[in-house]
């Protein structure tokens, strides 16, 4: 049987398109992991040496009643200080500034506490075969924020300004919940009371300088985190906003209480807005010594 010329020229083309959208894709892969090595490797040329190694609950006597009682809820006596993180998350994730725009993401994510600082590789898929990878990070002090299609065309980059960089560590510092011996004073967390239920907590990074409103639930976990302002991108500016992250389902890993599931929204003056919804699949903890 002769295939018709044109059918068997569309299937030449079918097939070079496919052979060049594979390669394509592979070199946006090899691309971006490139740059996450280097983000990473950057992470763990600027990391200090832990200032204590053993979670010590003497220490805790002076602070806030909601702090202490997280702090013994979460946390058992003498354990060790977690030094670094490595983190899978799955979730949606919002890419409209004003609707609701929701894709499914998959993430990896190291963190290391002493220098604060965090990679957080997502890969959000906008259609089938089609994602956009994101690095989130604060390395070094330095905030970075680069979204790319396919790992190869840039959508979006914005790093080393200063409110980028406020915005990068305000998202280690409510990420702590996942590794809750960061918020010790031990590890320069200075805590202050505001009422029965919540405390404020400044985070000290550099020339950068932080405080968080926490609220906490009965029970003594981690309920909310909540920053006055920080940078949103609307129409191409930052624009300082409120924001929140808030907490639950907690569970047991290596001693410590945390959670699994996270929200994270901009607290709007008609509501709030989310736009990060995600699941820890796995945590792995790098334990002073």
Avoid: C
Avoid at 23 to 47: C, M, P, Q, Y
Avoid at 111 to 122: E, I, K, L, N, S
């Amino acid at each position: 049987m002769k295939i018709p010329s044109s059918t068997a020229s569309l299937v030449t083309a079918s097939l070079i398109f496919a052979g060049i959208a594979v390669t394509v894709v592979g070199i946006g892969k090899t691309k971006w992991h490139a740059k996450t090595n280097e983000l990473r490797a950057r992470l763990d040329a600027a990391r200090r040496p832990m200032t204590s190694e053993t979670v010590d609950f003497n220490t805790l006597t002076t602070l806030p009643p909601p702090v202490q009682r997280f702090f013994r809820t979460v946390l058992k006596d003498g354990q060790p200080i977690v030094a670094g993180a490595y983190v899978k998350h799955k979730g949606t994730f919002n890419m409209s500034e004003s609707g609701e725009k929701w894709y499914p993401f998959t993430s990896d994510q190291r963190v290391v506490t002493q220098r604060p600082g965090f990679d957080w590789d997502g890969r959000i898929k906008i259609m089938p075969g089609l994602s956009v990878h994101v690095h989130d990070a604060y390395v070094a002090g330095d905030g970075i924020l680069h979204a790319s299609l396919l790992g190869l065309f840039t959508v979006a980059d914005m790093l080393d300004k200063s409110d980028v960089a406020a915005g990068e560590l305000m998202r280690f510092f409510a990420e702590a919940a996942w590794y809750p011996t960061a918020l010790l004073p031990s590890q320069g967390v200075r805590w202050d009371a505001v009422d029965e239920k919540s405390a404020k907590a400044t985070l000290e990074d550099g020339d950068a300088k932080l405080t968080m409103l926490w609220t906490f639930t009965e029970a003594g976990s981690i309920d909310t985190v909540r920053a006055e302002a920080r940078g949103r991108a609307v129409g191409g500016k930052v624009i300082p906003t409120p924001w929140q992250g808030r907490f639950w389902n907690y569970t047991q890993r290596l001693g410590m209480s945390i959670p699994l599931d996270g929200e994270v929204m901009w607290l709007l003056p008609d509501g709030p807005k989310s736009y990060w919804r995600g699941h820890i699949d796995e945590i792995v903890y790098e334990l002073a010594q």
